[in-house]
């Protein structure tokens, strides 16, 4: 069975930084993409960040993009996401998602961990 | 970015009728292998995304054959051919074509 166990959130005040992790298991963690989708309070989904099976390709949203950096460790099974300079608008609940392929060019997430609240305020 | 435009944002339903949840984009999700990459999102109350339709119109392993998805191009839709009690929720459609990948602001189905 596929699981993927987010953890890490909290709250944080704004300028502050924090490090998510999502803990994946019950499939072949290197051989797929994975991506990290928020939601904020009562509002939709965004998609945020996206790694590649190998980790060399990384790609983010215009939102978060040189705030927040995605890595993976496959040795461990494990996505990050090191996110800084915080701010009110990137509160949320932060999901781990995992793709179908292996690369970045395309997106169709098909299982989600059950996410991880993200709260920035002083 | 590709701008992903759903309606109706609310759908009341009553039990055992249809419903529908069109999705249009702003510009074409052919993908240059040919696939098309919209994805339809359930997300039940307090409950993480569940993605039922993937490439427009593959049900995922699971998804109760009510679901369906159709659609080219620009315009898409996801019918359910008879509303149930588990189908309330929030339901998104999701283009993973082009970056950034962009999801529908969501369709909130509730029964009358």
């Known amino acids: 069975e596929v699981q993927l166990l987010g953890s890490g959130g909290g709250l944080v005040q704004p300028g502050g930084s924090l490090r998510l992790s999502c803990a994946a298991s019950?499939?072949?963690?290197?051989?797929?993409?994975m991506s990290w989708v928020r939601q904020a309070p009562g509002k939709g989904l965004e998609w945020v960040s996206a790694?590649?099976?190998?980790?060399?390709?990384?790609y983010y949203a215009g939102s978060v993009k040189g705030r927040f950096t995605i890595s993976r460790d496959n040795s461990k099974n494990m996505l990050y996401m090191q996110m800084n300079s915080l701010r009110a608008e990137d509160t949320a609940v932060y999901y781990c998602?995992?793709?179908?392929?292996?690369?970045?060019?395309?997106?169709?997430?098909?299982?989600w961990g059950q996410g991880t609240l993200v709260t920035v305020s002083s | 970015d590709v701008v992903m435009t759903q309606s109706p944002l609310s759908l009341p339903v009553t039990l055992g009728q249809p419903a529908s949840i069109s999705c249009r984009s702003s510009?074409?999700?052919?993908?240059?292998?040919?696939?098309?990459?919209l994805n339809w999102f359930q997300q039940r109350p307090g409950q993480s995304p569940r993605r039922l339709i993937y490439k427009v119109s593959n049900r995922d392993s699971g998804v109760p054959d009510r679901f369906s998805g159709r659609g080219s191009g620009t315009d898409f839709t996801l019918k359910i051919s008879r509303v149930e009690a588990e189908d309330v929720g929030i339901y998104y459609c999701m283009q993973g074509t082009h970056w950034p990948w962009t999801f529908g602001q969501g369709t909130k189905v509730e029964i009358k």
């Open positions: 998602a995992k793709d179908v392929n292996w690369n970045i060019a395309m997106a169709s997430f098909d299982y």
């Open positions: 790694i590649s099976d190998t980790g060399d390709d990384t």
């Open positions: 510009q074409s999700l052919v993908y240059s292998d040919g696939n098309i990459y």
């Open positions: 019950g499939f072949s963690f290197s051989s797929y993409a």
